[in-house]
């Protein structure tokens, strides 16, 4: 027997499934389900674990198998999601001339995709800055962008692999200088290393979460780190 809350993110996992062929991402859970926060999506999911309606396939994102049809389930009182909450998060195309909008980024023909700068992978003692002088690109859908200049990075390590982030992946990145707590960034510490890591700060301090429980969290005065982007979209090539 499920409650509630777990039948109803069956059910959107299921029909999110569906139309789009692969899992939504803990942050889709989380607005489809109004939850305050993504560790509330955590429990949930190893709730449907724990029962045996999902299974969770190791070192893969977005790879929950459904195992329990949820229309085969009683469906507890106030479930029924409404159709907008997986219909949201469909992906799209916008035609349209994005150039003014996606500044140092070049349009595909129709504006369906652009090619955004590949600086290769995330190095110790390598800022941005020193990175950008490359010729190699990444070609990414135009939805996935919003304002400013965009850069694609390549991962190195696991730190954020429960977060969905492996080693090898490639991760869109927005410019930015500063972050909101709870945003995956690219920072610079110190001068000297550049990691992706979750952002927290903390009076005059600031903290750099991973997402793997085999590393800790790295506190930092405020100065010593450089916000040089923001995440907005992960690839990867099976």
Do not use: C
């Not at 989380?30 to 299974?55: D, N, P, Q, Y």
């Not at 939805?143 to 869109?172: C, F, K, P, Q």
Request: hydrophobic share 40%; no cysteine.
């Amino acid at each position: 027997m499920l409650t509630r809350k777990q039948f109803e993110l069956l059910r959107y996992i299921n029909d999110y499934q569906h139309k789009q062929g692969f899992s939504p991402s803990y942050d889709e859970m989380k607005e489809a389900l109004t939850l305050r926060s993504k560790s509330g999506v955590h429990r949930l999911i190893r709730a449907l674990e724990e029962r045996g309606a999902i299974r969770r396939r190791p070192h893969r994102a977005r790879s929950i198998e459904i195992l329990i049809d949820p229309d085969s389930l009683r469906q507890p009182a106030s479930a029924r999601l409404p159709e907008e909450a997986v219909a949201a998060f469909a992906p799209n195309v916008i035609k349209g001339n994005f150039a003014p909008r996606l500044q140092g980024a070049r349009t595909a023909p129709e504006a369906a995709a652009v090619h955004l700068p590949l600086y290769g992978r995330i190095a110790a003692g390598l800022p941005i800055e020193a990175m950008a002088n490359t010729d190699a690109q990444i070609e990414v859908p135009s939805a996935w962008l919003s304002r400013g200049d965009h850069y694609a990075l390549e991962v190195a390590g696991d730190s954020m692999i429960e977060e969905g982030i492996h080693d090898g992946d490639t991760v869109v990145i927005q410019k930015a200088e500063t972050a909101e707590n709870g945003d995956i960034v690219v920072a610079l510490v110190e001068e000297n290393e550049v990691t992706l890591k979750r952002f927290r700060r903390r009076g005059a301090s600031i903290a750099l979460e991973p997402a793997n429980q085999r590393y800790e969290t790295r506190i930092y005065p405020s100065e010593k780190v450089r916000v040089q982007g923001r995440l907005v979209a992960l690839l990867r090539r099976y």
